[in-house]
Structures are given as C-alpha cells and as structure tokens.
C-alpha cells in the first residue's frame, strides 16, 4: 500500500482503515459509543479534515518582487498570414530602343552598381542614368569595328568593358568618356559574352574560344578554355569567383574551377541535356553551389545544377524559347525571359517552380534583361518588330532604410568601467 502514498504527512491512514468511505452514511447505523471513539481519534491524531489522499500540501501564495506591469510575461502573438506580394503587370517605363540587334548570341544590356545602364545600338554605346533617365552617348565605332556584340561593366561602376564583331574588346571610364585600352589577339572572331571576375574580364567568342583577360597587365592573356564546339553566348562566374559556367550553341554548359591547380583550364563539369543553345544562365544567391540554365527554342527548358556533384536537381519546361534568366536578391524567385510564341517575362517561385507572374507587352523575344542594384527592378530589351526597352516593378519595392535609435542610453553607458 505505500507505493501507492506519494506523501505520508498528510494521508489520513487511520481515516481510512476504520471506515472514512462511510463518513456521509446516516448515523443510524454507529452507535454512539463507536462515534465517540472515532471523534476522540480524529483529535488525537489531527484528522479533523476530510481529505483522504493527498499529493502535497498546498504550497504558500507566491510574492511578487517586482511590479507586475513592468516585468509581465509577453504573451504570444498570432501568427500573422505573410502578405502577399502585388506585381505590376505593366511595364514601368518603356523607352525606344532603335537598331538593337535580334542576336541570341550577343550580349548588349547591362546595369552598373552606381545606377547606369549600358544599351548598345548598332555601333553605339548608350548611357542611361536610371535616376534621371538622362541618356548619354559613350562612344560610336566605324564599320570596320561595330557591330558592338557584348558590354560588361566592372563592379565599381565606372569602368565598363565593350566586346566588338572584329574580335577586339575596349576598357571604357564612363565617367569620362576615355578609352582606357584595347585587348587583341586573342579571339579570332566577334566577342559575344563578357563577365567580370576581380581584375579579371573572361571574354567568350565565336570561335568557341574563352580567354580570361588580366587588365592589369600588359600581356593580358592569363588562361584560355578549351571545350566548347561553338560560339559562345553566355558566361557566368559564381559569386565567389570560383567556378565559371559557359554556354554555347553547341548546346552544352561547361562548369570551370579555378580552385584545379594547376590545371584550372580543364573543365569540372559538362552538361549535355539540353537540346538547343545555352544562353541563360544564373547562379543562386542562397545555395552557392547551384546553377540555373535555359535552353533555347528547340529545348525550352530550365535546369537546375548543383556543381559540386554535377547532379541535375530538377527540369522544367517553359514552352518557349528561354532567353534569360535572373534570381531575386531577396526571395527565392526566379525571373525567366523568352521569345516565340508569348514574348513573356515569367516570375517563378522556387522550388516549387509555380508561375507567380507572366509579363507581357514586348513585341519579339526578350533576348536581354538586367536587374538593379537594389534589385527590386528589372530592365528588358528587345529587337526586331520591337525594339523597345522597358522596366518592371517584379521584385518588389526596396527596403527602407530604418531610421537611427533615438531611445535613452543605458545606464552607465558613458563609464568604460564600474569600480
């Protein structure tokens, strides 16, 4: 019976052993004698009370140290619903975009981090101040040079590189419209893709040719790759410089690591499923080891790469042409553009990859776009029947910036020490 008494003080054992069950039967059945016995125990033994099995005795009324208004416990807020976000299905902004080319296999839009945006037109290198919309004239080349095929700016903003159909490549300061130098002899045909790395502009051709150029020096050739079997229309260094992916009409993504020593131009990776060129392709803001790629209109799909296996983590198939392709900087979405039949703009919620947004008013395919540097804000050109370039809301509006603490400082913040 005692394994079953958690506290021994206050069980009435006497209560119940001489018959406590029949404490509310009528007093017809005791007589008076035996109720005075059972009276005389219960004061004997301090069992006045009724309670047969007790857990512990009840414990005192807590004091408070503290008023209960300023140290109350928080209690938990609902969860609120997140707030779903509105995207303009119009354009912001379109303005005129003249003789841009229709080429899949060039590269003419880029935007810089002070807020610029490059256009080329023909042979004519345009400045657009994204502030003011200010345009500006950089520079025109003769025929013997233009067309220009792919401008890159540097990511300090002032200096931007200008790839041409002669196979030369120009270092521009934008800021005061002087060319800087010329990089030679190393492609044999037009440069169509340009990307930056540090100090180091990788250049891709025509002649299925990558050269990585170190513009600091006078013999710029520092590393040439050799896998492609055609033009290159898209480079892509990673955002710690490490891994580079090509694509190229030859319908394959290369990825290349600078980390192989001493054979860093040997290739990590090739990827062989898509069944047309690889002109799209965007590294993941938040996995850094996975690379999205878009085939062109025979293939029309959208891949997923994680580089470090070269396993393919998923495939999507847009219906179209995939022209380009952009991550947002803040969620996990991805901007697609594209050409025949719906010259659209596709806003893609990743991983799920459901359609959250299709934006259209482009009249041919959406060969060029470029994002901000807030990120928030996408600009889009397109040739041909078109040639216009526009600018849309899709990313959301910018974070505003909070404003300075202005509360009282904490006691005895003005003391480097307390003795």
């Not at 990825?255 to 499923?273: E, N, Y």
């Not at 952009?326 to 991805?334: A, H």
Request: net charge neutral.
């Amino acid at each position: 019976m005692d394994r079953f008494i958690p506290n021994r003080s206050a069980t009435k054992f006497d209560y119940v052993l001489e018959g406590g069950w029949r404490h509310n039967a009528s007093s017809e059945f005791e007589s008076p004698t035996n109720q005075a016995y059972q009276q005389k125990l219960r004061k004997v033994f301090n069992l006045e009370n009724s309670r047969i099995f007790a857990y512990k005795n009840k414990p005192p009324t807590p004091v408070s140290l503290y008023p209960e208004d300023d140290y109350s416990v928080a209690q938990p807020s609902k969860p609120v619903k997140p707030r779903q976000r509105n995207i303009p299905q119009t354009a912001d902004k379109t303005l005129d975009a003249p003789q841009l080319l229709d080429d899949y296999y060039v590269n003419l839009l880029d935007w810089s981090s002070n807020n610029v945006l490059a256009l080329a037109l023909g042979n004519t290198v345009y400045l657009l101040n994204a502030n003011t919309f200010s345009v500006s004239e950089l520079f025109t080349v003769d025929e013997d040079t233009g067309p220009v095929t792919s401008v890159s700016w540097v990511p300090d903003g002032c200096h931007i590189a200008v790839g041409f159909h002669n196979s030369h490549v120009q270092l521009w300061d934008s800021t005061a419209n002087k060319l800087l130098r010329t990089l030679r002899g190393g492609h044999q045909a037009r440069v169509g893709s340009l990307a930056w790395n540090r100090h180091i502009l990788t250049s891709g051709s025509m002649d299925s040719s990558i050269i990585n150029n170190d513009v600091r020096v006078r013999d710029h050739i520092v590393e040439t790759y050799q896998g492609h079997r055609g033009q290159i229309c898209g480079l892509k260094w990673s955002h710690s410089g490490q891994k580079l992916a090509s694509g190229g009409n030859d319908n394959l993504v290369y990825i290349w690591d600078q980390s192989l020593t001493p054979a860093r131009t040997q290739w990590l990776h090739r990827f062989q499923d898509h069944r047309a060129a690889v002109r799209a392709l965007a590294w993941c803001p938040f996995q850094s080891n996975m690379l999205a790629s878009g085939g062109g209109g025979a293939d029309g799909c959208i891949k997923f790469w994680n580089t470090d296996t070269g396993a393919c983590l998923n495939s999507v198939n847009t219906g179209s042409q995939v022209c380009s392709l952009l991550w947002s900087k803040t969620d996990r979405e991805l901007l697609s553009s594209h050409g025949f039949p719906q010259n659209q703009l596709t806003l893609w919620k990743y991983p799920s990859m459901t359609k959250m947004a299709e934006l259209s008013g482009h009249q041919s395919r959406v060969l060029f776009t470029t994002q901000s540097p807030d990120g928030c804000t996408v600009a889009s050109a397109s040739g041909a029947d078109d040639e216009t370039l526009r600018f849309w809301k899709v990313f959301g509006e910018p974070e505003k910036t909070k404003p300075a603490d202005r509360r009282a400082p904490a006691p005895f913040s003005h003391f480097s020490r307390i003795r």
